[in-house]
T-cell receptor, first 113, second 113 residues
Framework: GDSVTQMEGPVTLSEEAFLTINCTYT??????LFWYVQYPGEGLQLLLK?????DKGSNKGFEATYRKETTSFHLEKGSVQVSDSAVYFC????????????FGSGTRLQVQP | EAGVAQSPRYKIIEKRQSVAFWCNPI?????LYWYQQILGQGPKLLIQ????????DSQLPKDRFSAERLKGVDSTLKIQPAKLEDSAVYLC???????????FGQGTRLTVV
């Protein structure tokens, strides 16, 4: 079945550091790929998405590129802020996005001033 | 625009008791999902509705869990009887349709003692 593997946390960075959170997936067909974020005390919210190979999703300075050859969708940000501290979930939706989301286990990011 | 509403926010019950959670999706959203999120893990799909019909309930433990979505709007998820391992956050999400962006509620945190 479909599955998502993401790097374990917590990830602790200083403000303005470069962020990478690795995510790889297994799916039949061509899934849509997502990053969701959960800030403390809030619900899950969509951060960015990509629906086909080589697409780049971006939002709030975060980026991720859909790499079909390596089945990866790594999240990056050039300069993190304290306000980026949250739990980040990589997810996929199988059959070109027509199925419910399958999530990774989440990566907690802590940014120190 | 109002988001996905869930109640209660917190619930503590003893094992073997029953419990019900309620979800009111965003108006006009045809697709509704219930997810279970155990501490330290990503959300896992329990059931997906399209209007008031079940699309996917393959991961719902049907011996103790049930869900319904009357009139294609609100939904309830019930556990009877509860076990210790049911302690988790139960998330409801909705979307305009399959493949559209899913919006999540804040969840109900269930503790079974």
């Amino acid at each position: 079945g479909d599955s998502v593997t993401q790097m374990e946390g917590p990830v602790t960075l200083s403000e303005e550091a470069f962020l990478t959170i690795n995510c790889t997936y297994t799916a039949t067909g061509y899934p849509s790929l997502f990053w969701y974020v959960q800030y403390p005390g809030e619900g899950l919210q969509l951060l960015l998405k990509a629906t086909k190979a080589d697409d780049k999703g971006s939002n709030k300075g975060f980026e991720a590129t859909y790499r079909k050859e390596t089945t990866s969708f790594h999240l990056e940000k050039g300069s993190v802020q304290v306000s980026d501290s949250a739990v980040y979930f990589c997810a996929l939706s199988g059959i070109a996005g027509r199925r419910a989301l399958t999530f990774g286990s989440g990566t907690r990011l802590q940014v120190q001033p | 625009e109002a988001g996905v509403a869930q109640s209660p926010r917190y619930k503590i019950i003893e094992k073997r008791q029953s419990v019900a959670f309620w979800c009111n999706p965003i108006s006009g959203h045809a697709t509704l999902y219930w997810y279970q999120q155990i501490l330290g893990q990503g959300p896992k799909l329990l059931i997906q509705f399209q209007n008031n019909g079940v699309v996917d309930d393959s991961q719902l433990p049907k011996d103790r869990f049930s869900a319904e979505r009357l009139k294609g709007v609100d939904s309830t998820l019930k556990i009877q009887p509860a076990k210790l391992e049911d302690s988790a956050v139960y998330l409801c999400a909705s979307s305009l349709g399959t493949g559209a962006e899913a919006f999540f509620g804040q969840g109900t945190r269930l503790t079974v003692v």
